[in-house]
């Protein structure tokens, strides 16, 4: 990491208020005692993360929230959002928005190749962010970490401009996971990204030469400033399947299309609360 702790803490403490430094001194983090976890997450990092993003955050994306009293304050519990925007931006909002709202570190699982990036796959890891195995995301829920997944994936961002709002193919490994630790699942819908930064096209060869699933062509040189509404869902719990149901291909679509409708839920109300595509 190319900034000591010492040089985010500092940047930290210029650029944030005094709420928002209360809110980093009572967040509860696992610390072998040198300051980072088995995974690389380290408490500087995650205040200088809140600083970069806060302008983001509150001037930018203008973000509001919407139900963060549905996150559970403390235990396993899994965020399952749509995905969406062509440049995975929502994924920072939603962790500046759990942070500040919930008072917990959210640990986004993210695709393979984004722990590879240089820089940037070590910052996102010190703020959290795990790379996507089943291992990694039991050890998490074992401990009793809050985990981020988008389970639309790479795709859900990559959608063309005309499927705004409609959720891709729904992946089934966030139920697998709230099954087989008893975790709730919180439906999260994002209003607003979809429409940040349209697609003209997509470059599949030159993406891969990036180590990327492929290279997107944007409309416009950066996301437009939309504004961002984040809706939590109440949590759903899966009180009527075993563990063992975790290994029931059937079972697990089930119970993913109970999160896929809630979130679609959370989208349509949320749209309809919506009074404009950009300021509002």
């Not at 380290?42 to 509150?58: N, Q, S, W």
């Not at 970490?145 to 891709?168: A, H, V, W």
């Not at 075993?242 to 291909?249: L, N, S």
């Amino acid at each position: 990491m190319p900034v000591p702790p010492l040089v985010a803490r500092a940047i930290a403490h210029i650029a944030l208020n005094e709420d928002e430094k209360r809110i980093l001194r009572e967040l509860r983090m696992p610390d072998a005692g040198h300051g980072y976890d088995a995974f690389g997450l380290h408490r500087d990092y995650v205040a200088l993360g809140m600083a970069i993003t806060k302008p983001l955050y509150t001037r930018y994306f203008r973000c509001l929230s919407y139900g963060a009293e549905n996150i559970p304050a403390e235990g396993p519990a899994v965020l399952a959002a749509n995905h969406s925007g062509t440049v995975p931006t929502d994924g920072m909002m939603l962790w500046v928005d759990v942070v500040r709202h919930a008072g917990r570190v959210p640990r986004p699982i993210a695709d393979h190749f984004v722990p590879t990036l240089p820089v940037i796959g070590t910052f996102f890891s010190r703020g959290g962010m795990v790379g996507g195995s089943r291992g990694n995301a039991r050890a998490l829920l074992a401990a009793g970490e809050l985990l981020m997944i988008f389970p639309e994936g790479t795709p859900g961002i990559g959608k063309n401009f005309s499927e705004r709002y409609q959720l891709q193919k729904w992946r089934v490994g966030h139920t697998e996971l709230a099954i087989r630790h008893g975790a709730p699942v919180v439906p999260v819908a994002f209003v607003g990204p979809e429409e940040q930064m349209p697609q003209l096209g997509r470059l599949d060869r030159v993406g891969r030469l990036f180590g990327l699933p492929y290279m997107p062509v944007p409309a416009t040189p950066l996301p437009m400033p939309v504004r961002y509404h984040i809706h939590y869902g109440a949590p759903l719990y899966f009180k009527d399947m075993k563990p063992t149901d975790a290994d029931d291909p059937d079972k697990l679509e089930e119970a993913a299309d109970r999160v896929r409708e809630a979130v679609d839920g959370l989208i349509k109300r949320g749209l309809k609360k919506r009074k404009g595509r950009l300021f509002s």
